[in-house]
């Protein structure tokens, strides 16, 4: 095979590599790009590059950015007395795509997995409890997903808040065990935000 159709080819298996996209989709996805090479293949490149470059995790909060601290952390209008903790950077969008909280978030970047080897060092609880802890935080709200291992994680997050002037809350109605908040529509995680109920 020719070199174009090399590159043909690792167009194609990169792109089944995004998560939702098969070897079929990934295909049908190529030959649209090349299709429209001038209007989005092109313009898509140039996003890429720059996003490889220049998006980072917020020193603070862990969202992705240009920018470190990140816009969020940024923001004076939030309310920095509310600390929302969440799995992943897809969570926190969520959030903010329903529009129904504006405080300040952690993410983790996963979650405890005694399966998976995965314990509190390995994910950002350490950083959790030193900003959870500081004087201008009243309370804590606990979004993980309603799986064993985020309702693990979360348990294990507010034992360790006990006994600390911190609220601790988590997610109410609206939030279906198994459910994830990535894929949970704005009205149901807006009543979940202003639904939630003490943890401890």
């Known amino acids: 095979m020719d070199s174009s ?3 043909l080819d690792r167009l194609m298996q990169l792109l089944a590599r995004i998560p939702g996209l098969g070897p079929r989709s990934a295909r049908r996805a ?5 299709r429209k090479r001038e209007a989005l293949l092109v313009p898509l490149a140039d996003a890429l590059t720059r996003a490889a470059a220049n998006v980072r995790r917020c020193g603070v909060c862990g969202n992705l950015d240009s920018a470190d601290p990140c816009a969020i952390c940024r923001d004076e209008r939030r309310d920095v007395s509310i600390l929302c903790v969440v799995e992943d950077v897809a969570d926190l969008w969520a959030l903010e795509r329903a529009g129904a909280y504006r405080g ?5 970047g996963g979650t ?7 314990n509190p060092d390995d994910l950002a609880i350490p950083g959790l409890l030193t900003r959870a802890k500081s004087p201008e935080v009243r309370e804590v709200i ?4 309603a799986t064993v291992e985020g309702q693990t994680t979360a348990h294990y997050i507010a034992d360790r808040l006990v006994g600390t002037d911190v609220k601790v809350t988590a997610l109410a109605h609206g939030m279906p065990m198994g459910g994830e908040l990535d894929y949970l529509d704005d009205g149901t995680l807006g009543w979940a935000v202003k639904s939630r109920r003490p943890l401890t």
């Not at 190529?30 to 090349?34: E, F, I, Q, V």
């Not at 300040?104 to 983790?108: P, Q, S």
């Not at 405890?112 to 995965?118: C, E, H, I, K």
């Open 5 to 7: 159709g090399g590159d």
């Open 30 to 34: 190529a030959l649209h790009l090349l």
């Open 104 to 108: 300040r978030y952690h993410v983790l």
């Open 112 to 118: 405890l997995s005694a399966l998976d080897g995965v």
């Open 142 to 145: 606990l979004a993980t997903n």
